[in-house]
């Protein structure tokens, strides 16, 4: 488990203490219950959440179905980025799928953090570069890769996933059917 300290500690090592604490003024740690929903279809997100213990999903509903779109493990940023930022309804919901430890911080104290220090504006541009660069991969995975590339590139880079996550919404997040996902399964070799 990576503390949002830590986290923060890793990505500006040479943050000033002044700006740490302004930091930890803001920042509001919870904990959530397994099927806790963070955010609903037509609510503004106003908060980003760092997952400190725990998991999570952003899904979005198509045609009466639930398409995961995203997963947030430990040590990431799981939020509806787009509303965030812009204020607008999402069209996410965000669901913790473990029970889960995370610290959150809202926009309005964003802005105030990054009004009143400007140091911490380079922690938030690094924070979202990590995360786009995130999504960047996550598009990659679709234009680049077959089913079969996408399952076992899901497994290179989170190993526990089958132990965590129920395989339809794996299957789901590869954009793929549960018997597709069987099949791959059944065939595959690491």
């Given at each position: 488990?990576?503390?949002?300290?830590?986290?923060?500690?890793?990505?500006?090592?040479?943050?000033?203490?002044?700006?740490?604490?302004?930091?930890?003024?803001?920042?509001?740690?919870?904990?959530?219950?397994?099927?806790?929903?963070?955010?609903?279809?037509?609510?503004?997100?106003?908060?980003?959440?760092?997952?400190?213990?725990g998991l999570g999903r952003v899904?979005?509903?198509?045609?009466?179905?639930?398409?995961?779109?995203?997963?947030?493990?430990?040590?990431?940023?799981?939020?509806?980025?787009?509303?965030?930022?812009?204020?607008?309804?999402?069209?996410?919901?965000?669901?913790?799928?473990?029970?889960?430890?995370?610290?959150?911080?809202?926009?309005?104290?964003?802005?105030?953090?990054?009004?009143?220090?400007?140091?911490?504006?380079?922690?938030?541009?690094?924070?979202?570069?990590?995360?786009?660069?995130?999504?960047?991969?996550?598009?990659?995975?679709?234009?680049?890769?077959?089913?079969?590339?996408?399952?076992?590139?899901?497994?290179?880079?989170?190993?526990?996933?089958?132990?965590?996550?129920?395989?339809?919404?794996?299957?789901?997040?590869?954009?793929?059917?549960?018997?597709?996902?069987?099949?791959i399964r059944a065939s595959y070799r690491p």
């Amino acid at each position: 488990m990576q503390s949002f300290e830590a986290y923060v500690s890793q990505l500006t090592p040479d943050l000033p203490d002044a700006e740490r604490q302004a930091i930890a003024q803001i920042t509001h740690r919870q904990t959530f219950a397994k099927r806790t929903l963070l955010l609903r279809a037509g609510e503004v997100c106003t908060h980003f959440h760092y997952i400190e213990r725990g998991l999570g999903r952003v899904f979005y509903y198509r045609n009466d179905q639930e398409i995961t779109a995203w997963f947030g493990f430990e040590g990431q940023i799981i939020s509806a980025i787009d509303s965030f930022f812009t204020g607008q309804v999402s069209e996410y919901w965000i669901e913790m799928l473990e029970d889960s430890q995370i610290c959150s911080i809202s926009n309005t104290h964003i802005e105030w953090l990054f009004a009143q220090h400007p140091a911490t504006e380079r922690l938030g541009r690094l924070m979202i570069t990590e995360n786009y660069l995130r999504l960047d991969e996550r598009m990659k995975l679709f234009a680049f890769h077959t089913a079969e590339e996408r399952y076992a590139l899901l497994l290179e880079q989170f190993p526990a996933i089958l132990q965590r996550v129920p395989l339809h919404l794996i299957a789901s997040y590869l954009g793929i059917t549960q018997v597709t996902l069987s099949r791959i399964r059944a065939s595959y070799r690491p």
